[in-house]
């Protein structure tokens, strides 16, 4: 990766874009000027510019295992992401990155793995979740929780459906509100975590939702007897320049960007979001 690729933004055809819900999308980007396609890690993220309208950060949705193509799951939030909706393959993005720490997935070897997400937080477990798919052996059980608000809402519906046929992983999902076609579990997805059995000291758990999931989820964790050590989530704190410059994401001397976004709740207990 050349340090170009950090300031500079590389153009990136879309090669294709799948609907993932009525609000978001994901885009498979192709060979940029500069293809480090594959070479990321599970967590990091890019910072995607609308020419003329701004630039903001996502992250890389796919495992660089199995990235073809730099792929990110975008839900439409506000002027870049409305602009990037409008979009057909074909256009053209810039592109800055890859960013950021990544997940601690060595320090995961040898663990049983929870990943519990909510809504578009799926996308940055989904990355690590297929990373470990693809380094099955080094990892124990694999249990996948995933909450959405209603059975359209969720992402990656096909993929879904190939996990709960896998022996290579459990996957347990829930709705806020179900339609009649919904079989699954309705609440939230919180509640799917009461009473599990775990070993606490071979087990790491791995997070990303809205911050008042985040804040039960890690309840129910600890609650699990986990350390906060063993729990991990991914920061969607405010960005702009993604390199440590521009002080938007700072919280007191944390650059978040920089210094994350990937973080054990021990060493975010600066934040004052988190319980
Ligand atoms: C590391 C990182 C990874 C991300 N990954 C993804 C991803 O994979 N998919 C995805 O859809 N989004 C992701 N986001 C969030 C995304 O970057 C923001 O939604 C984006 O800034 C929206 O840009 P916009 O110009 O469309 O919205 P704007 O017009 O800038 O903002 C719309 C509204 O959202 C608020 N806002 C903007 N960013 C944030 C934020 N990070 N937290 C809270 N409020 C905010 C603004 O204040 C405003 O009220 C990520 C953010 C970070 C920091
Ligand atoms: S986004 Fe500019 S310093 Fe972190």
Redesign the pocket.
């Known amino acids: 990766m050349s340090a170009n690729s950090l300031y500079v933004p590389q153009l990136c055809p879309i090669e294709r874009i799948r609907q993932e819900t009525p609000d978001?999308r994901t885009y498979f980007l192709s060979a940029c000027e500069i293809d480090w396609s594959r070479d990321y890690r599970p967590g990091q993220?890019v910072e995607l510019s609308v020419f003329g309208?701004?630039e903001?950060?996502?992250?890389?949705?796919q495992s660089p295992t199995r990235a073809d193509s730099l792929e990110?799951?975008?839900?439409?939030?506000?002027?870049?992401?409305?602009?990037?909706h409008d979009y057909q393959p074909g256009d053209v993005v810039g592109l800055r990155g890859p960013?950021?720490n990544c997940f601690p997935f060595e320090r995961a070897q040898g663990k049983n793995l929870l990943f519990v997400g909510g809504g578009?937080g799926l996308?940055?477990l989904r990355a690590l979740i297929n990373y470990v798919l693809d380094h099955r052996e080094d990892y124990g059980d694999v249990h996948v929780f995933y909450g959405a608000r209603t059975p359209s809402d969720r992402v990656y519906k096909n993929e879904l459906q190939t996990w709960s046929r896998s022996d290579q992983l459990k996957l347990t999902e829930t709705v806020d509100q179900a339609d009649p076609g919904w079989t699954g579990h309705v609440g939230v997805v919180t509640k799917l975590l009461r009473g599990l059995e775990v070993d606490p000291e071979r087990t790491m758990a791995f997070t990303c939702g809205p911050p008042i999931m985040l804040k039960f989820v890690v309840a129910e964790l600890l609650a699990l007897k986990l350390a906060q050590r063993n729990i991990v989530t991914?920061?969607?704190?405010?960005?702009k320049c993604?390199v440590g410059k521009c002080g938007h994401?700072c919280v007191g001397h944390h650059y978040?960007?920089v210094d994350?976004?990937v973080y054990n709740f021990e060493q975010i207990s600066f934040l004052p979001e988190i319980p």
């Open positions: 978001t993220f309208v701004g903001a950060p996502f992250c890389l949705s990110v799951t975008i839900r439409k939030t506000g002027s870049v992401t409305n602009r990037l960013f950021g578009i996308p940055p991914t920061l969607e704190r405010y960005m993604g994401c978040i960007c994350g976004p």
